[in-house]
């Protein structure tokens, strides 16, 4: 069956530091992958997409990674701040987005 | 200008009672989406129009009807509520279909269903 994994539920980390979530999936083959950020209370925001030919995507502090033999995207934050405490969820597109879980991040000032 | 909007924001009623989210977006797209995020926070796809033709219909059941009035307006109706249908309910829009390249997703603020 089709499957889509986030890291673990929360990770709590320094200001400053990198965050590293992480997405696996297993019976997919998506021609691209997103992610989006939630804040309590709200509707999921898109932060990033990349395609299946597209190793790494970058915005501000933001990276994205995509291993389409690993079945893996690797999702970072660098130079981590408070407000970027929210919950991160990562899609696998086809006819329809798949959404995992997301993984709760918790900056610490 | 908000861009996707739904109303009510909280939705609290009883049991067997029949009720409508309503959603609107003011993009121009032509894909409108209706999510379900359970209590564990998954969020799962329900139902898809593009250009008001229905184009996912994903297992859910036939006490939810999706109603497209024009390519700007998606609503819900849920008729004979249980407990189970509590969560939060999100719609979205897009400017091209689930298979589309580069399908970003511009999601409401969501309605909290709470059924008694």
């Known amino acids: 069956s089709q499957k889509i994994e986030q890291n673990s539920e929360a990770l709590n980390i320094q200001e400053g530091k990198t965050a590293t979530l992480t997405c696996n999936y297993t019976n997919y083959s998506p021609a691209y992958l997103q992610w989006y950020r939630q804040d309590p209370g709200r509707g999921p925001v898109f932060l990033l997409l990349?395609?299946?030919?597209?190793k790494e995507k970058r915005k501000e502090r933001l990276k994205v990674t995509f291993d389409t033999t690993l079945k893996q995207s690797l999702f970072h934050i660098t130079a981590s701040q408070p407000a970027d405490s929210a919950t991160y969820l990562c899609?696998?597109?086809?006819?329809?987005?798949?959404f995992g879980a997301g993984t709760t991040v918790t900056v610490r000032a | 200008d908000t861009a996707v909007s739904q109303t009510p924001k909280y939705l609290v009623t009883q049991m067997g009672n029949d009720k409508s989210i309503k959603c609107e977006q003011n993009?121009?797209?032509?894909?409108m989406y209706w999510y379900k995020q359970d209590s564990k926070k998954f969020l799962k796809i329900m139902f898809s129009?593009?250009?008001?033709?229905?184009?996912i219909n994903e297992t859910v059941p036939n006490r939810f009807s999706p109603k497209s009035p024009d390519k700007a307006h998606l609503n819900l109706h849920i008729n004979s509520l249980e407990l189970g249908d509590s969560a939060v309910y999100f719609c979205a829009s897009s400017q091209d279909r689930g298979d589309a390249d580069g399908n970003e997703q511009f999601f409401g603020p969501g309605t909290r269903l709470t059924v008694l």
């Open positions: 129009y593009n250009n008001k033709e229905l184009i």
């Open positions: 990349i395609r299946e030919n597209e």
């Open positions: 993009l121009g797209h032509d894909t």
């Open positions: 899609a696998l597109a086809g006819y329809k987005l798949s």
